[in-house]
């Protein structure tokens, strides 16, 4: 099959034919059609996050149609279409696993990270680690929901009981969630990189209430943000514009060191945190939501072996949304 392979960090993905994987007894092979290329797959490349298996094949917003069934898979059937997210598999014995935090797994692994993902013609997914995926959407538009969409959605849940929500950076999570929140009645206010008035324009196309630069401050205070920017100095930009007891979320894996913070913006029961991975639990109420709201995604489509162009548009912010290999359309 065709694959876009990462042999070192740092390097360019490599176009690739290798041998199509095979499945054991609990797994399914996945044609896959479409795979969303996700900020994380930069700090994995750039080798900010170690550990991936080398050589590795990216990505893990991944929709195909099922073409093999394990032995023992009784929950899908041959030609059912799915969805294979970032958490591939937890060890349901460690001590988060059994609190209902399987996020934080001690032996997890990851698609696209410590295991294949999908930036290749087929991927292997663990039965009980892939979904079905809403019929409303074609594989290309659902792809940014399967990581933008799931760990958004829980950044924006852990953002607590908010009305108003700033959210700094808006790529492919802020612009599904500002959709989410819009249908919801939330407020959101939409923090991009300075003098990106086109970003700003878009954030206000999709029910943003006020965008503005990230150095300015929002109208009111507000009663939560997520971070979806790496920038670790937002943590204090975003502290500023706080209200007591509110919450900052840093919604990424990977962030720039966060400066010294004066003890006075912390004060008053505020709170940062971060969010790592998703739970199966999240999956299941973040697409109950998405049946519900009006939601479309905005995506730029590439092929396969223009995996590093799409890279690296996504790094230079090239495009509105999220980027999406197209592989089996
Ligand atoms: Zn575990
Ligand atoms: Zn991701």
């Known amino acids: 099959m065709k694959a876009m392979i990462l042999k070192q960090p740092q390097q360019r993905l490599q176009p ?9 007894a609990n797994e399914v092979l996945v044609e896959v059609e479409a795979c969303g290329v996700c900020r994380t797959d930069l700090h994995i490349l750039d080798g900010e996050l170690k550990n991936a298996k080398l050589p590795l ?7 195909g149609k099922i073409v093999q069934l394990g032995k023992v898979v009784k929950g899908f059937k ?22 209902g935090q399987e996020n934080l797994c001690d032996n997890a692994i990851f698609t696209g990270y410590t295991k294949n993902g999908g930036y290749g013609e087929y991927v292997v997914a663990n039965e009980n680690y892939c979904f079905a995926v809403p019929d409303k959407f074609d594989s290309i538009s659902l792809a ?5 969409g799931l760990i958004g959605w829980r950044s924006y849940r852990l953002a607590g009981d908010f009305k108003r929500l700033g959210m700094y950076g808006f790529g492919g999570a802020a612009h599904i969630l500002t959709q989410i929140a819009h249908a919801q009645g939330k407020e959101i206010y939409a923090f991009t990189r300075p003098g990106d008035e086109k970003g700003q324009k878009f954030a206000r196309q999709l029910g943003a209430v006020w965008a503005g630069d990230s150095t300015q401050a929002p109208p009111h205070p507000l009663d939560a943000s997520i971070i979806f920017a790496p920038a670790g100095p937002l943590v204090l930009t975003a502290l500023k514009s706080l209200r007591k007891g509110g919450a900052i979320i840093c919604g990424g894996i990977h962030m720039s060191d966060i400066p010294a913070i004066p003890y006075d913006l912390l004060w008053g029961e505020r709170i940062i945190r971060s969010v790592a991975n998703l739970t199966r639990e999240d999956a299941r109420t973040f697409f109950e939501t998405v049946e519900r709201v009006p939601l479309k995604t905005s995506v730029t489509e590439y092929k396969l072996e223009n995996a590093n162009e799409a890279l690296d548009d996504l790094r230079a912010t090239r495009f509105e949304g999220a980027a999406v290999l197209s592989i089996r359309p």
């Open 16 to 24: 690739s034919d290798v041998g199509t994987p095979s499945i054991e």
């Open 57 to 63: 094949i990216p990505g893990h917003e991944i929709v």
């Open 78 to 99: 041959e030609g059912q279409r799915v969805g294979v997210p970032w958490l591939a598999y937890t060890c349901g014995k460690c001590s988060f696993c059994l609190n």
């Open 144 to 148: 940014p929901l399967l990581c933008a």
